[in-house]
């Protein structure tokens, strides 16, 4: 392990591997197929990033999580590793570039979403790749079985039959059982290896609490744990309501989630980590690859859609390993939210199908075409036009992603992009004749790097600051020396996407089928029965529930959850009630005693030895004499 170790010092700065991640990554450099099951926080990324740092040749990341593919190519670069990653919204020509420079630029890390694994364009270019390792991220998504399927994801087992002899390393943070051995059938693993860490979190209690008032009891939670928290909510409004509300209460906080800018995301996530925010509360879009050691509670307002997605939120609590808490804020009403989710989540097959219909008008795409278009798509204007309810809309749509017809993504926040489209040599004469440009230009070639052979991020506003001009102008600048050919300038776009996989067809033929449709539904249906009855259940210890569901059996009660400490309550009182019992009798052993000399001998709450006096009479233990005296009964 000496070289691995060395990589892991070198790059990332640690002086050992935590627990298991030695056993996969020697696993993987053994070239064996390998699935890994780490919680939250468990540092699941080092295992494919340091084998594949050794590896001769480029290592295939697949993701579903833009934002968090994003972060990692970033954070690679940070530490002076060549990593890129291609997605949903980047053209044809960004995609050409990128694939290009893997190629022939030394990358080690290709981070792509699986919806690109089928494009010819992707697979001419893979046949050519000296890849080394694929990893697969969120690997739960294979499975029809698992909490988020994804169909797309049924195609890495084809791009497996380009790539015969190289590795797979599947990750996932949550799979039950089932999910497992699915998961390394669908990736057609030889045979089975699974290296799974213990789900069990010693130093994380977990509560639910039943409340009319959500607030107030957050407040009090708030005021009672000190330390950094993650409060999680189910829509974007609310975010803010709650953060409003902790800050009119002296608790610091700031809202989060995915309609927000990057600038403001970056800048309250960076606010949080570093404690001058102390609460963020978030929609589920917060998390991902977060790395926060000193959580000290999560606390879900809202339930999520499964135990998995609780039990992944729960886990950001007390990464540092000391005493944390996550806690579920539960009421009736939560119950019939449930229920209405699930009417949400799966509109009825004729809806779907008018969403189709619709979609097709929205875009004027004609039956038999429409094929690789990629749209810009706003869905509350869509559902403006149309007059569609959002929720069950988006529903919709998805549905019809996992039915194969089209793509919807995740509403993108991306930046200006440019690339030199034309030879430095080319570039100069240009400049000599062009002075009104030269100026931009010079700072741009100043400001950033690879200009010519990879597509650089930029931002106008510091452009226009440095050259001391209006956003606008430099705008109008890009624009021009986009029309003269001298760049490629993609100004900046914060939008989802709608892309349609395969031609458009008659509405009446889209087929909508039972594993696609009934048994995700039955299976959503079992899921928040499952959460509904962590949440309501009052005898078994929150850990040993959560664990049992995810297939781990004789761990013992955790002794710190809500259950636990009030069995454990329960049995002191019974040991206190025994003692104030054997007491009476000792006493009574002696001579027949009046109350008040009885509280006198024993030593307790006369509302205690009241209570047991009572209890001993009514079962004929005891018995008071015409002297007023008790006395035992023979």
């Given at each position: 392990?000496e070289?691995y170790l060395?990589i892991?010092k070198e790059y990332?700065g640690?002086n050992?591997f935590?627990s298991?991640?030695?056993?996969?990554?020697?696993?993987v450099a053994?070239k064996?197929?390998?699935l890994?099951?780490?919680p939250?926080?468990?540092?699941k990324?080092?295992?494919f990033q340091v084998?594949?740092m050794?590896?001769?040749?480029?290592?295939?990341?697949?993701?579903?999580?833009?934002?968090?593919?994003?972060d990692?190519v970033e954070?690679?670069?940070?530490?002076?590793?060549?990593?890129?990653?291609?997605?949903s919204?980047m053209?044809?020509?960004?995609?050409?570039?990128?694939?290009?420079n893997?190629?022939?630029?030394?990358?080690?890390f290709l981070?792509v979403?699986p919806e690109r694994l089928?494009t010819?364009?992707?697979?001419s270019?893979l046949k050519l790749?000296n890849v080394?390792?694929i990893a697969?991220?969120?690997?739960?998504?294979?499975?029809q079985?698992g909490?988020?399927?994804r169909?797309?994801?049924l195609r890495?087992?084809?791009i497996?039959?380009h790539?015969p002899?190289?590795?797979l390393?599947?990750?996932t943070a949550?799979a039950?059982p089932?999910?497992?051995?699915?998961i390394q059938l669908?990736?057609?693993f030889?045979?089975?290896?699974?290296?799974q860490k213990s789900?069990?979190r010693k130093n994380?209690a977990y509560?639910v609490r039943?409340?009319?008032d959500k607030?107030?009891?957050?407040l009090?939670?708030l005021k009672?744990?000190?330390?950094?928290?993650i409060?999680?909510?189910?829509?974007?409004?609310?975010?803010k309501?709650i953060?409003?509300?902790?800050?009119?209460?002296n608790?610091?906080a700031a809202h989060y989630?995915?309609g927000?800018?990057?600038?403001?995301?970056?800048?309250?996530?960076n606010?949080?980590?570093?404690n001058?925010?102390?609460?963020?509360?978030?929609?589920?879009?917060?998390?991902m690859?977060i790395d926060k050691?000193d959580?000290?509670s999560?606390?879900?307002l809202?339930?999520?859609?499964s135990?998995?997605a609780?039990?992944?939120?729960?886990?950001r609590?007390?990464r540092d390993?000391k005493?944390?808490?996550a806690?579920?804020?539960?009421?009736k009403s939560d119950s019939?939210k449930?229920?209405?989710?699930?009417?949400?989540?799966?509109p009825?097959?004729?809806n779907i199908r008018?969403?189709?219909?619709?979609l097709?008008?929205?875009?004027?795409?004609?039956?038999g075409?429409?094929?690789?278009?990629?749209?810009p798509?706003n869905?509350?204007?869509?559902c403006k036009?149309?007059?569609l309810?959002?929720?069950?809309?988006?529903n919709?749509l998805?549905?019809?992603e996992?039915?194969?017809?089209?793509?919807l993504t995740?509403?993108l926040?991306?930046?200006?992009?440019i690339l030199?489209?034309?030879?430095?040599?080319?570039?100069y004469f240009?400049?000599?004749?062009n002075?009104?440009?030269?100026?931009?230009?010079q700072l741009?070639?100043?400001?950033?790097?690879?200009?010519?052979t990879e597509?650089?991020?930029?931002?106008?506003?510091?452009l226009?600051?440095r050259?001391k001009?209006?956003?606008?102008t430099?705008?109008q600048?890009?624009?021009?020396?986009?029309?003269?050919?001298?760049?490629?300038y993609?100004?900046?776009k914060?939008?989802?996407?709608?892309?349609y996989?395969?031609?458009r067809i008659?509405?009446?033929?889209?087929?909508?089928?039972?594993?696609?449709y009934d048994?995700?539904?039955?299976?959503?249906?079992?899921?928040a029965?499952?959460?509904l009855?962590?949440?309501t259940?009052g005898s078994v210890?929150?850990?040993?529930f959560?664990l049992r569901?995810?297939?781990?059996t004789?761990?013992?009660?955790?002794?710190?959850?809500d259950?636990?400490l009030?069995?454990?309550?329960?049995?002191v009182?019974q040991e206190?009630?025994n003692?104030?019992?054997?007491s009476?009798?000792e006493?009574l052993?002696?001579k027949?005693m009046?109350?008040?000399?009885?509280v006198?001998r024993?030593?307790?709450?006369?509302?205690k030895l009241?209570?047991?006096?009572?209890?001993?009479?009514d079962n004929?233990?005891i018995?008071?004499?015409?002297e007023?005296?008790?006395?035992?009964?023979?």
């Amino acid at each position: 392990m000496e070289k691995y170790l060395h990589i892991l010092k070198e790059y990332w700065g640690y002086n050992e591997f935590r627990s298991l991640q030695e056993d996969i990554i020697q696993s993987v450099a053994a070239k064996k197929d390998t699935l890994a099951l780490m919680p939250t926080g468990g540092g699941k990324s080092i295992t494919f990033q340091v084998p594949a740092m050794q590896m001769e040749g480029i290592c295939l990341v697949i993701t579903p999580l833009i934002a968090l593919m994003k972060d990692q190519v970033e954070n690679l670069k940070a530490r002076r590793i060549k990593a890129a990653a291609i997605f949903s919204g980047m053209t044809q020509e960004e995609i050409i570039v990128t694939l290009d420079n893997c190629l022939y630029g030394g990358y080690k890390f290709l981070y792509v979403s699986p919806e690109r694994l089928s494009t010819e364009l992707f697979l001419s270019r893979l046949k050519l790749m000296n890849v080394s390792l694929i990893a697969v991220d969120e690997s739960h998504c294979i499975s029809q079985w698992g909490y988020d399927f994804r169909p797309s994801y049924l195609r890495i087992a084809e791009i497996r039959e380009h790539l015969p002899t190289v590795p797979l390393l599947a990750l996932t943070a949550t799979a039950t059982p089932e999910v497992v051995k699915d998961i390394q059938l669908k990736l057609h693993f030889p045979k089975e290896n699974v290296f799974q860490k213990s789900f069990e979190r010693k130093n994380v209690a977990y509560v639910v609490r039943e409340v009319e008032d959500k607030n107030h009891l957050l407040l009090t939670i708030l005021k009672k744990v000190a330390g950094a928290s993650i409060v999680y909510v189910r829509n974007r409004k609310k975010t803010k309501e709650i953060a409003d509300f902790l800050n009119e209460n002296n608790i610091p906080a700031a809202h989060y989630h995915a309609g927000l800018t990057n600038q403001q995301k970056d800048l309250r996530q960076n606010n949080w980590k570093k404690n001058q925010t102390r609460v963020i509360v978030a929609t589920n879009a917060f998390g991902m690859g977060i790395d926060k050691p000193d959580v000290r509670s999560v606390i879900h307002l809202d339930l999520p859609d499964s135990l998995e997605a609780y039990f992944q939120e729960a886990g950001r609590a007390g990464r540092d390993e000391k005493k944390a808490y996550a806690i579920l804020i539960y009421n009736k009403s939560d119950s019939t939210k449930i229920k209405k989710r699930l009417s949400d989540n799966f509109p009825d097959k004729k809806n779907i199908r008018t969403v189709y219909e619709k979609l097709a008008h929205y875009f004027q795409v004609a039956v038999g075409s429409g094929e690789g278009v990629v749209y810009p798509f706003n869905l509350i204007d869509f559902c403006k036009i149309f007059k569609l309810s959002i929720l069950p809309t988006y529903n919709s749509l998805k549905i019809l992603e996992l039915a194969g017809y089209l793509e919807l993504t995740d509403e993108l926040d991306n930046p200006s992009r440019i690339l030199f489209t034309i030879k430095r040599d080319e570039l100069y004469f240009f400049q000599t004749n062009n002075a009104q440009l030269d100026q931009l230009i010079q700072l741009l070639l100043r400001s950033y790097t690879g200009l010519f052979t990879e597509y650089a991020h930029i931002n106008e506003d510091v452009l226009a600051q440095r050259l001391k001009q209006t956003r606008e102008t430099i705008y109008q600048q890009l624009l021009s020396l986009n029309r003269l050919g001298i760049v490629h300038y993609i100004p900046a776009k914060k939008t989802p996407f709608i892309i349609y996989t395969c031609n458009r067809i008659d509405t009446d033929k889209i087929q909508l089928n039972k594993v696609i449709y009934d048994e995700r539904k039955e299976r959503y249906e079992k899921r928040a029965e499952q959460l509904l009855s962590y949440a309501t259940q009052g005898s078994v210890c929150r850990s040993q529930f959560l664990l049992r569901y995810f297939g781990q059996t004789n761990i013992p009660p955790c002794q710190q959850c809500d259950i636990c400490l009030k069995k454990n309550e329960q049995e002191v009182k019974q040991e206190e009630f025994n003692a104030i019992t054997t007491s009476i009798k000792e006493q009574l052993s002696i001579k027949p005693m009046t109350l008040s000399e009885l509280v006198m001998r024993i030593k307790k709450k006369e509302d205690k030895l009241l209570a047991v006096i009572r209890f001993m009479t009514d079962n004929n233990l005891i018995m008071c004499n015409l002297e007023n005296k008790f006395e035992l009964k023979t």
